[in-house]
C-alpha cells in the first residue's frame, strides 16, 4: 500500500515493512525532515545502556531528530512514527509549532515527552483513523489538530501563551532559522539582532519568553547536536570537527564536555558500540 503525505506528514506502523523502504527512497540524510515516535512496546530486549543513550521505553513519545532516524527504524519497536515533510514547514502555523515543539525541549538530538496518557493513546488511534480515512475537505485540518492536541497534552509541555506572542514569536522564530544556517560561523549575539533588525535585549527577551532559553544555551545546543551527528556518524577526526564548528580542539572538548558530561571520544564509542550491535541485529532479521 502507498503511503499519502497528508497535511504534509507520513503516519507509520513501526513495524510496517514499508517503512525501510520508504525511509531509503524519501527521507534518508533530509536534514529539514524531524519525526515523533510513539513507542507502545518494545518486542525485544535492550542493554540498559541501549536503552539510556537512546531514551528507549515504552509508552512514551519521542521527538527525534533526522540524523538519528535510521536507528530507530532497526530496533523492532511496536509504534507509530510521524514524519514530518519539508511542505509541512511552507505555513508559517506548522512551522512555529514545530519549532516550539523541538526547541522548547531539546537537550539533544532525542526528546523524551514521558509516558503516553490514556487522552494521548485516543489521539494517536483517532490521529490513525483520520490519516487511513477517504479524504475529504476538513482532513488537512483535522490532522493537523489531532498532531497538536497530541503534543499538548504532554505533562511538560506548554505552547498556548507562546502561540499568542505576536513579535516575541517572530523574533524568536527568526533566529532559531538563522542559528540552523549560521551556528557554526557566527557565535556573537550581534550577528543576529543585526540580521532581525532588533536590539539583543529584544532578542532576549523574545528567547526566554518562547523557548525558556538563552542565547548561548540555544547557540551552543545546536552546535552540540552537529557534533554528536559528526561524531556518529561521520569519519573526520575530533579536530577536524571541532574546526568544522568554528573552534579550536581545546575549546570543543572543554564545551563538549561540560554540556554531555563526557568527552566526544567516549560518546563516538558509546555510539558505535551500540551501533554495532543494532546493525547486527538488523542484518539478521528478516525484512
Given at each position: 500500500?502507498?503511503?499519502?503525505?497528508?497535511?504534509?506528514?507520513?503516519?507509520?506502523?513501526?513495524?510496517?515493512?514499508?517503512?525501510?523502504?520508504?525511509?531509503?527512497?524519501?527521507?534518508?540524510?533530509?536534514?529539514?525532515?524531524?519525526?515523533?515516535?510513539?513507542?507502545?512496546?518494545?518486542?525485544?530486549?535492550?542493554?540498559?545502556?541501549?536503552?539510556?543513550?537512546?531514551?528507549?521505553?515504552?509508552?512514551?513519545?519521542?521527538?527525534?531528530?533526522?540524523?538519528?532516524?535510521?536507528?530507530?527504524?532497526?530496533?523492532?519497536?511496536?509504534?507509530?512514527?510521524?514524519?514530518?515533510?519539508?511542505?509541512?514547514?511552507?505555513?508559517?502555523?506548522?512551522?512555529?509549532?514545530?519549532?516550539?515543539?523541538?526547541?522548547?525541549?531539546?537537550?539533544?538530538?532525542?526528546?523524551?515527552?514521558?509516558?503516553?496518557?490514556?487522552?494521548?493513546?485516543?489521539?494517536?488511534?483517532?490521529?490513525?483513523?483520520?490519516?487511513?480515512?477517504?479524504?475529504?475537505?476538513?482532513?488537512?485540518?483535522?490532522?493537523?489538530?489531532?498532531?497538536?492536541?497530541?503534543?499538548?497534552?504532554?505533562?511538560?509541555?506548554?505552547?498556548?501563551?507562546?502561540?499568542?506572542?505576536?513579535?516575541?514569536?517572530?523574533?524568536?522564530?527568526?533566529?532559531?532559522?538563522?542559528?540552523?544556517?549560521?551556528?557554526?560561523?557566527?557565535?556573537?549575539?550581534?550577528?543576529?539582532?543585526?540580521?532581525?533588525?532588533?536590539?539583543?535585549?529584544?532578542?532576549?527577551?523574545?528567547?526566554?519568553?518562547?523557548?525558556?532559553?538563552?542565547?548561548?544555551?540555544?547557540?551552543?545546543?545546536?552546535?552540540?547536536?552537529?557534533?554528536?551527528?559528526?561524531?556518529?556518524?561521520?569519519?573526520?577526526?575530533?579536530?577536524?570537527?571541532?574546526?568544522?564548528?568554528?573552534?579550536?580542539?581545546?575549546?570543543?572538548?572543554?564545551?563538549?564536555?561540560?554540556?554531555?558530561?563526557?568527552?566526544?571520544?567516549?560518546?563516538?564509542?558509546?555510539?558505535?558500540?551500540?551501533?554495532?550491535?543494532?546493525?547486527?541485529?538488523?542484518?539478521?532479521?528478516?525484512l
Open positions: 500500500m502507498d503511503h499519502l503525505c497528508k497535511n504534509s506528514f507520513w503516519l507509520f506502523s513501526l513495524n510496517d515493512p514499508e517503512l525501510r523502504q520508504f525511509y531509503a527512497e524519501k527521507v534518508n540524510n533530509n536534514s529539514q525532515l524531524h519525526h515523533a515516535i510513539y513507542i507502545e512496546k518494545c518486542t525485544r530486549d535492550f542493554s540498559t545502556e541501549t536503552k539510556e543513550v537512546l531514551h528507549l521505553r515504552e509508552n512514551s513519545i519521542l521527538l527525534v531528530d533526522t540524523y538519528l532516524i535510521s536507528i530507530f527504524y532497526r530496533l523492532s519497536l511496536k509504534g507509530y512514527a510521524i514524519i514530518f515533510s519539508e511542505t509541512f514547514f511552507v505555513s508559517y502555523e506548522n512551522r512555529a509549532f514545530l519549532k516550539l515543539l523541538f526547541f522548547h525541549n531539546q537537550p539533544e538530538g532525542i526528546i523524551d515527552m514521558g509516558c503516553a496518557s490514556r487522552y494521548q493513546k485516543k489521539c494517536i488511534r483517532a490521529l490513525c483513523r483520520e490519516y487511513y480515512s477517504p479524504y475529504d475537505d476538513l482532513q488537512a485540518s483535522a490532522l493537523r489538530n489531532l498532531l497538536i492536541n497530541l503534543f499538548l497534552l504532554s505533562p511538560t509541555v506548554n505552547y498556548e501563551g507562546q502561540f499568542k506572542s505576536g513579535h516575541f514569536l517572530n523574533y524568536a522564530l527568526e533566529f532559531t532559522d538563522l542559528i540552523d544556517n549560521y551556528a557554526f560561523h557566527a557565535k556573537k549575539k550581534s550577528f543576529y539582532t543585526g540580521k532581525i533588525n532588533i536590539t539583543e535585549k529584544t532578542l532576549d527577551k523574545s528567547l526566554q519568553h518562547i523557548y525558556h532559553k538563552t542565547f548561548k544555551e540555544i547557540l551552543v545546543n545546536r552546535i552540540i547536536i552537529e557534533s554528536m551527528r559528526l561524531l556518529v556518524f561521520g569519519n573526520e577526526s575530533i579536530t577536524q570537527i571541532a574546526y568544522e564548528l568554528g573552534y579550536d580542539i581545546s575549546y570543543f572538548i572543554k564545551l563538549f564536555s561540560r554540556w554531555k558530561g563526557m568527552y566526544p571520544k567516549t560518546l563516538r564509542e558509546n555510539y558505535r558500540k551500540i551501533l554495532n550491535e543494532i546493525e547486527n541485529d538488523y542484518q539478521n532479521s528478516p
